[in-house]
């Protein structure tokens, strides 16, 4: 349909109505009457005076329409007239025809049937559209956030006295000309006492009523009097949308809804994301139609979200962000284990170590005592003593505690602080975590032919801080010290494998047997020379990746690969596609380049690249890494292979350009087809499936320039992360064929549990047809059993989500499946089993700081282009926010009439009935 309605018929604008219905009735009484009268004998030209009349006749008929509805069709309304009389005079003369081999009365239905779909297809070529304007309200929604946290629940009796003077306005305790300034110095301890004594005696009786965080919430929303009632006077204008939120926002129907009490046993209000709250009015609100955002909270943000981020997109929508701070910024006496660092895994035989960070606020010169204990058995595992310095009342320290779990298992601890006398709440001193303790190691084996950059690297990492790899190096040319021949050191030259212990890395020579290859999960080859590479050793990599579902990581290099080796072993392997050469590749296609995402969508989401927990914040740090001067140029990437990154020279990227578009449209054709063709062309990170295994060419060997200005974190989690997608999650429970996992060891009562099990046969191929099943025990009572599905081309791996299980306790799952069983028969293992809980109270972030956050208040109002409201001020926010709902404004409603099913539905039955009549009349 054209996307401008207009009517194509030009008589209807230059004849009166009256004139138009006539002709249009006396035309097509003319086409049945022409019929009737034509005469005996061969004449010519009656047939054409038939197709005249009702052409006529069906060109007035449209010109008579375009009276009362649209005609949206691209086609001349004449043109149309004429091809539909045409029709109808064919489908006439197919009776004549027919009419001596079936009974007249079939043969009338049979035509009237073929003319009224013939009329049906002229309506759906007319486009026939009823154009109409409706009046509509345009919604403004003001968004009302209200922090239900625990936090919420507390009362502030240490407010100063700038503090207390304004809770007493907003209380109508003072009016507001009494609200006293502080002093140049920012000196406001005496503002009360400047007060007349009546006047002291009302602020010191408001104090003592020890109002709740959300009781003022309350008394801003719906109580009365001046800067009171907030939502009641929003709603006058805006419509105004209720959000209670903690760990995660909720939606409500009305202010009642969200004032009711919504903490329960799921540890929902145990949190608060002040970056959610902000983030679901962009979410779920049309960008116009929102005008602005009032947050009711202490600011305490802890989920360590950015919710400044959320502020700004706000912002960038015209939908500031007025904050109202409840709580005071004054500290009190409290002690509080406000973080501990400590691993949710380790491996057998590495020692836990757990850092704790303490608030110890109001008890200067004190000694106070912490314990680390294990909560399985209550024993204190050790203890140390914190000394207060004398002059500081806002102390914070770390401790650090230890220990050596000698079993696999999941062992619970605790840090506790000691209570003093007077502190807010003892709720927040003690933490407890869980952690697991495997032998689930992935198996590498890194090969290289000298130790380049990118060898040394992976090796530190790999051998020094990622404990959950068992690593195997070669160098085939190691640097070495030239020594008399007398005087070389004797060495037995050692060949790689992964049965030998851990923390046994170096060797000499590559596995020598398909045994041997196969007890690696992830093969990295380096610049290795095709003489190291032999075709054994090829075969043995490609059933690896081919059959036994091994990753296969190869990082091209400039003496040898893969340029130098002709072997149509690698050339199958690889997922791209080069030229062999004897020369070498020093130099890339260009001087220098930078890595790029986009417009390769796979690479912005795939789990390999992903180095931020956003796409955007991802992108953000691959697209700034310092630019780099070498690269492989491979010929192209197979089909069915995926460029997750490409090159890009620094100034192009600069630019955001990638390609320049012309007017014309063999230039966009062009442009697209070089979007289309750089990632291919410049291809730097490229996977493939290659049978049960995967393979990942890196055109590129500078990995290690992701340290850049940052340590080792990106460049691990980089390496982890491919480690993840070759070989599969790590898994904390099993033997060494079958093992069981789940995605964390606590939950609340809401959520779902997500168990994950890898199974692999004896020669460490997938197993890839089993049914297997979990079945979920607390204590000794089994609560039911689920169905675990293969993860299409994985490494054997099984996945389920499980529960939410809304009892407290510890729960075990137990696997099982006929092929698991007999794997572990053949083992001689047990059942394999993990386990979690399910708590009701978790860790007291919330309580950890109980002041109320004004930085983070100013930054969220900043970011978004609001303010921080005091509560003498909440009246300045009935029109702080724009247009509200009132206003309206006309739209234009179309309706089409020609594109609907039942216009589908009506010229199928008569299709269906004229072949039901023709069958029965004896027509074929």
Same mark, same amino acid.
């Given at each position: 349909?054209?996307?401008? @309605? ?39 030209? =009656? ?8 052409? $006529? ?17 691209? =086609? ?5 007239? $004429? ?34 779909? %013939? ?22 929604? %003001? ?20 503090? $207390? ?53 309350? *008394? ?25 939120? &903690?760990? +995660? ?38 960008? *116009? ?66 850092? &704790? ?21 209550? +024993? ?77 690297? @992976? ?71 095709? #003489? ?9 990599? &490609?059933?690896?990746?081919? *059959? ?21 072993? @690698? ?16 130099? #890339? ?12 969508? *796979? ?13 955007? #914040? ?34 192009? $990227? ?186 009701? +109270? ?42 509200? +709902?009132?206003? &309206? ?8 009439? =020609? ?26």
């Amino acid at each position: 349909m054209n996307n401008q @309605l207009h009517s194509p018929g030009f008589l209807a604008d230059n004849l009166p109505a009256a004139v138009i219905v006539l002709l249009a009735v006396v035309f097509l009484a003319a086409w049945p009457l022409l019929h009737r009268l034509a005469p005996t004998g061969r004449r010519r030209l =009656w047939p054409f005076l038939r197709w005249a009349a009702g052409s $006529m006749g069906l060109w007035m008929l449209f010109q008579t329409l375009t009276l009362v509805i649209t005609l949206a069709t691209p =086609w001349p309304l004449l043109g149309l007239a $004429m091809l539909g009389a045409a029709a109808i005079e064919a489908v006439i003369a197919l009776y004549r025809f027919e009419r001596g081999a079936v009974k007249r009365e079939i043969g009338g239905y049979i035509t009237w049937l073929r003319i009224a779909a %013939v009329g049906l297809v002229l309506v759906v070529l007319a486009e026939p559209v009823i154009a109409r304007f409706v009046v509509r309200r345009f919604e403004r929604h %003001v968004v009302i956030l209200l922090d239900q946290s625990d936090s919420m629940q507390i009362d502030d009796p240490q407010r100063d006295g700038r503090e $207390m003077l304004e809770l007493a306005v907003f209380f109508g305790v003072l009016g507001e000309s009494e609200l006293v300034e502080e002093d140049a110095s920012g000196n406001n301890g005496g503002l009360v006492e400047s007060l007349s004594y009546a006047k002291q005696e009302e602020v010191v009786r408001l104090k003592d009523r020890q109002i709740r965080r959300s009781d003022l919430a309350e *008394e801003i929303l719906t109580g009365e009097g001046p800067n009171r009632g907030l939502a009641a006077a929003l709603a006058r204008n805006y419509s105004v949308r209720p959000i209670g939120f &903690a760990a +995660t926002p909720r939606s409500h129907e009305s202010i009642a809804g969200l004032e009711e009490n919504e903490q329960g046993d799921s540890g929902w209000s145990t949190l608060t994301d002040l970056a959610a709250a902000l983030e679901y009015p962009l979410e779920n609100i049309a960008a *116009e139609q929102l005008a602005g955002v009032v947050l009711l909270s202490d600011c305490r943000d802890t989920a360590r979200g950015n919710a400044e981020a959320a502020a700004r997109l706000l912002g960038e929508r015209s939908a500031p962000v007025f904050p109202i701070l409840l709580g005071s910024t004054r500290t009190r006496r409290d002690l509080a284990v406000t973080y501990v660092d400590a691993p949710e895994d380790i491996y057998k035989g590495e020692r836990l170590r757990a850092e &704790a960070s303490l608030k110890l606020y109001g008890v200067p010169g004190k000694t106070i005592r912490v314990r680390f204990m294990s909560e399985d058995n209550g +024993t204190i595992i050790d203890e140390t003593t914190v000394s207060v310095p004398d002059d500081n009342e806002e102390y914070r320290t770390t401790v650090h505690f230890t220990d050596e779990p000698d079993e696999e298992g999941i062992y619970s601890y605790l840090i506790e602080i000691e209570s003093v006398e007077g502190q807010v709440s003892d709720e927040n001193n003690t933490w407890r975590f869980q952690t697991a303790v495997s032998e689930d190691r992935t198996n590498v084996l890194l090969v290289d032919n000298r130790p380049r950059w990118e060898f040394r690297y @992976l090796r530190n990492l790999f051998y020094g801080r990622d404990k959950s790899v068992h690593l195997q190096y070669v160098i085939t040319t190691p640097d070495t010290i030239d020594f008399p021949d007398e005087d070389r050191p004797r060495h037995r030259p050692v060949t790689a494998s992964a049965s030998r212990p851990f923390g046994e890395a170096e060797a000499d020579r590559l596995p020598e047997t398909r045994e041997e290859w196969r007890k690696f999960d992830v093969i990295i080859l380096g610049d290795v020379p095709p #003489g190291v590479l032999t075709r054994s050793a090829l075969e043995h990599i &490609a059933y690896c990746v081919d *059959e036994r579902g091994a990753a296969l990581v190869v990082i091209a290099g400039p003496d040898h690969m893969p340029h130098k080796f002709q072997s149509t072993i @690698l050339k199958e392997l690889l997922p791209i596609v080069y030229t062999p050469t004897d020369r070498t590749h020093f130099t #890339g296609p260009e001087p220098r380049f930078r890595l790029q995402l986009q417009p390769t969508m *796979e690479g912005r989401v795939h789990p390999i690249m992903r180095l931020a927990p956003s796409a955007s #914040g991802s992108e953000r740090i691959w697209n700034n890494l310092p630019d780099l001067q070498w690269r492989y140029d491979a010929d192209d990437v197979k089909p069915g292979a995926s460029v997750l990154a490409f090159a890009v020279p620094p100034e192009q $990227m600069e630019e955001r350009d990638f390609v320049t578009v012309g007017d014309t449209t063999e230039d966009i054709a062009r442009s697209v087809r070089e979007t289309t063709e750089m990632p291919r062309r410049n291809s730097l990170i490229v996977k493939h499936q290659f049978g049960l295994g995967r393979v990942l060419m890196l055109n590129f060997d500078r990995t290690w320039r992701l340290r850049y200005r940052v340590g080792d974190t990106l460049h691990h989690r980089f390496w982890g992360q491919i480690m993840t997608w070759g070989a599969g999650e790590r898994l904390r429970s099993g033997s060494e064929f079958v093992r069981l996992g789940t995605d964390r060891l606590t939950y609340s009562p809401d959520d779902n549990v997500n168990v994950t099990a890898r199974i692999l046969n004896l020669d460490y191929s997938p197993v890839t047809d089993d049914s297997v099943r979990v079945t979920v025990f607390r204590e000794h009572d089994e609560i039911s059993t689920y169905s675990l599905r293969y993860r299409a081309d994985s490494q054997g791996m099984y996945d389920a989500q499980i529960g939410p299980f809304a009892e407290p306790g510890r729960y075990r799952i137990e696997l099982s499946g006929r092929t698991a069983d007999r794997i572990l028969e053949e083992e001689g293992a047990e059942r394999v089993e993990t386990g979690f809980q399910v708590a009701t +109270t978790f860790n007291p972030v919330e309580l950890a700081e109980l002041t109320a956050d004004r930085e983070t208040a100013e930054r969220i109002a900043a970011a978004s282009g609001g303010e921080v409201v005091p509560l003498h001020r909440i009246d300045e926010l009935h029109d702080a926010f724009g247009p509200g +709902t009132d206003e &309206a404004e006309p739209e234009r409603a179309d309706i089409t009439l =020609w594109d609907h099913w039942l216009m589908l539905l009506v010229l199928f039955s008569l299709f269906t009935t004229e072949w039901v009549l023709r069958r029965k009349g004896g027509l074929s």
